[in-house]
Each structure stands twice: as structure tokens, then as C-alpha cells.
T-cell receptor
Framework: KQEVTQIPAALSVPEGENLVLNCSFTDSAIYNLQWFRQDPGKGLTSLLL?????REQTSGRLNASLDKSSGRSTLYIAASQPGDSATYLC????????????FGGGTRLMVKP | EAQVTQNPRYLITVTGKKLTVTCSQN?????MSWYRQDPGLGLRQIYYSMNVEATDKGDVPEGYKVSRKEKRNFPLILESPSPNQTSLYFC?????????????FGEGSRLTVL
């Protein structure tokens, strides 16, 4: 059964720092991987979607990489801002798990002014 | 505006009193699903639907029912709610029936069962 782990569970950084959030998964037979952002009391917003054949995706200050063989993905946030404070979740869709996504527990990020 | 809309956003009810949480999407998406989010357990899928009249169980379907009579709507039904169903519920949708693309989430429905 696929397991998705995100480390660290919480992270606090000063404004302006570049940072990396980690996501690891146990079964490398994935179809795609998504990174989401969740603000307190709100739903999830999709940030980046990486197909299994891709190595990375970029959107503005965000860059997500995927190393399927080692079961890892990273979300790089450049020049962090207080508005980036939120919980970031990764989710994988397996090739052989119907249509379900398996979510990690999330990393709670706080960017201090 | 493209969105997934859930109602109610907040609900307090008592054990055994049937309730329905509605979900509607305006993006003509094929795939819809329900998740619950609990501290320490993360997001877990309850049910999903690939098309009208096609629904299937997720990881934690016990105590829930769903229906998909129209493409845009996917209500979650709790026939006899119990306190262990106190949770934050999310509806989500995706264009492809196999959920191969971006997943769009509603704002969430916080349910408390006393």
C-alpha cells in the first residue's frame, strides 16, 4: 500500500529565504504527483502537477521536482514571503490504485516578516 | 468562476439524525470525490465517482452514502451520524474520469456530531 511522508511537519523561516519541502513515497509506480497548498480553515489549492514522465514543473517562485525511482519529490520556494505561510501537501496517484490519491501529512510553513 | 461549492460549511448535529452535505461543480468535470481530514490522519478518501450513476468506495466508506444522478452534483449522505464522523469534509473534482489531472477542492464542511 502506498505511503506518503512529508518532512518536516513544520517549518519556520524568515522572509526572503529560499526553502525546500520534501515528499517521499514508498511505491514508485505512480501516475502523477501533485503539490497542494491549504490555508487554515480552507480547501486545498493545486499548485503543481507532475506527470510520472516529467522531472520538474515550475510556476512563478515554485519549482517541483520528481525522482520517481528514489520515491522523492521536492517543492522549492524561492524568496519566501509571509503570504506563503500555509500547509503544503503532496499527493500521489498510483498506476494500480484505481482513481485514488494518497496524501502526505503536510508541512506547515510559517514565513516570518 | 470555476469552483466546487459545498454546503453547509459548518454543521452541528446529534447522533442518528440523518444529514446531507451537498457538493456542486461548474466545470463539467467527470470525476468527483469526497475526503475527510482529521488531525494526525491526514486526508482520506470516502467515495468517488467517475461519471453519472458510477460511484465507488474509497479508503473509509463506512457510515457514508453518495449518489451521482447529475454530472455537477455529488452529495454525501450520513444516514445515522455518529461522533466518530466529526471531521472536516472536502469535495473535489477533476476533468478526467480517471482523475489524471489537476484536482479542484471545495472550501470544506466542518461537521460536529454530538
Amino acid at each position: 500500500k502506498q505511503e506518503v511522508t512529508q518532512i518536516p511537519a513544520a517549518l519556520s523561516v524568515p522572509e526572503g529565504e529560499n526553502l525546500v519541502l520534501n515528499c517521499s513515497f514508498t511505491d514508485s509506480a505512480i501516475y502523477n504527483l501533485q503539490w497542494f497548498r491549504q490555508d487554515p480553515g480552507k480547501g486545498l489549492t493545486s499548485l503543481l502537477l507532475i506527470q510520472s514522465s516529467q522531472r520538474e514543473q515550475t510556476s512563478g517562485r515554485l519549482n517541483a521536482s520528481l525522482d520517481k525511482s528514489s520515491g522523492r519529490s521536492t517543492l522549492y520556494i524561492a524568496a519566501s514571503q509571509p503570504g506563503d505561510s500555509a500547509t503544503y501537501l503532496c499527493a500521489v496517484k498510483n498506476n494500480n490504485a484505481g482513481n485514488m490519491l494518497t496524501f502526505g501529512g503536510g508541512t506547515r510553513l510559517m514565513v516570518k516578516p | 468562476e470555476a469552483q466546487v461549492t459545498q454546503n453547509p460549511r459548518y454543521l452541528i448535529t446529534v447522533t442518528g439524525k440523518k444529514l446531507t452535505v451537498t457538493c456542486s461543480q461548474n466545470m463539467n468535470h467527470e470525476y468527483m470525490s469526497w475526503y475527510r481530514q482529521d488531525p494526525g490522519l491526514g486526508l482520506r478518501q470516502i467515495y468517488y465517482s467517475m461519471n453519472v450513476e458510477a460511484t465507488d468506495k474509497g479508503d473509509v466508506p463506512e457510515g457514508y452514502k453518495v449518489s451521482r444522478k447529475e454530472k455537477r452534483n455529488f452529495p454525501l449522505i450520513l444516514e445515522s451520524p455518529s461522533p466518530n464522523q466529526t471531521s472536516l469534509y472536502f469535495c473535489a473534482s477533476s476533468l478526467s474520469k480517471r482523475n489524471t489531472g489537476e484536482l479542484f477542492f471545495g472550501e470544506g464542511s466542518r461537521l460536529t456530531v454530538l
